[in-house]
């Protein structure tokens, strides 16, 4: 068969097929999804932060359009509750990351991947309110900690308690950076692991000939390897802690309140437009850290198909 024919063949199966194929029908159950429970709520709530509201947080919808909620959100007070909010999350991030690295690496080297994964998934089996309510217990005046404080105390006084001043672990920034890593761990852990575990370990043992160190190697060679892993760990963690309500809530104070819960006690008092205002907030910022993963994930694909997207 001559190569004419050959394609004058394709051509009349693609044009059978065509009619048999309906395409772009099948993104309509999904786009119709998509458009009523993600892109018709976001537009309800950017409407809502251009309202006003009058003295008793009634919206005034007479009144037209307004950026009085923006102009409050960028005011100085707010100004420190956005520096607290994103010096929490980087903290808590960067400490999860730290943590992550080496429990994602050492679970995907394991002979006993299966047995790490149980563990790591069963505390999503337990409510994340309860795992708070567990921290509040340790961490508490009369809690594990402070219980284990006494211990020693006792033991280098001679079984003496008085003197002992119980340390103050919950309601503190530190409070609120702990639990967030405990909570978002497992988020961390599971996208490194799938990257290590794809990575070709035989590239790390070439570069050791060539001269480079094991610390060396790790960096130059394993961490750019599984970049996506890493930047897809970092955002499944940055982007909760940013907006968290819950943690803060119950294991922070008023000094150190966050976004997420100053948005719950405008939303409390019927000031809409300003906690839309702040939800567009961390709405924007939490799209900019989809739209980076994604596009880290096309560049490793391309690369992986010989730099065709």
């Known amino acids: 068969m001559s190569k004419k024919d050959k394609v004058s063949k394709s051509t009349e199966e693609k044009e059978i097929y065509k009619p048999l194929n309906p395409g772009a029908f099948y993104g309509w159950p999904m ?63 960067a400490i999860t990351i730290l943590i992550a690295l080496p429990c994602g690496y050492a679970m995907a080297r394991s002979k006993n991947q299966t047995t790490w994964l149980i563990l ?8 994340s309110l309860i795992r708070i309510y567990a921290w509040k217990t340790i961490l508490g005046e009369s809690g594990l900690v402070n219980q284990m404080g006494l211990f020693f105390y006792k033991l280098f006084h001679h079984g003496a308690t008085e003197g002992f001043t119980p340390g103050k672990f919950i309601y503190t920034q530190g409070a609120i950076i702990l639990v967030n890593i ?60 940013f907006g968290t309500y819950t943690v803060p809530d119950l294991v922070g104070d008023k000094d150190s309140m966050m976004l997420g819960q100053f948005i719950y006690q405008k939303a409390k008092q019927r000031d809409y437009p300003v906690a839309s205002a702040f939800s567009m907030l961390i709405t924007i910022i ?19 198909n010989g730099g065709k997207k």
């Not at 790591?120 to 409510?127: A, G, K, M, R």
């Not at 939490?286 to 992986?304: P, V």
């Open 182 to 241: 405990y909570l978002y761990l497992p988020y961390a852990i599971l996208p490194i692991f799938t990257a290590v575990d794809r990575f070709d370990f035989s590239l790390l043992e070439a570069s050791r000939d060539l001269g480079c160190s094991k610390p060396q190697s790790m960096i130059k060679i394993l961490l750019p390897g599984i970049k996506s892993g890493l930047t897809s760990a970092i955002i499944f963690t940055l982007i909760p802690i």
């Open 31 to 93: 786009g119709a999804w998509f458009t009523l429970f993600f892109v018709v709520p976001i537009l309800i709530i950017l409407l809502y932060s251009f309202l006003q509201v009058n003295a008793d947080y009634k919206i005034q919808f007479s009144k037209g359009l307004s950026l009085k909620a923006y102009k409050y959100m960028f005011s100085k007070r707010n100004g420190i509750l956005f520096l607290r909010t994103v010096y929490i999350t980087l903290v808590s991030t």
């Open 120 to 127: 790591i998934i069963v505390p999503f089996l337990t409510s």
């Open 286 to 304: 939490s799209m900019i850290g989809i739209i980076i993963m994604l596009n880290n994930n096309r560049k490793e694909a391309a690369l992986k």
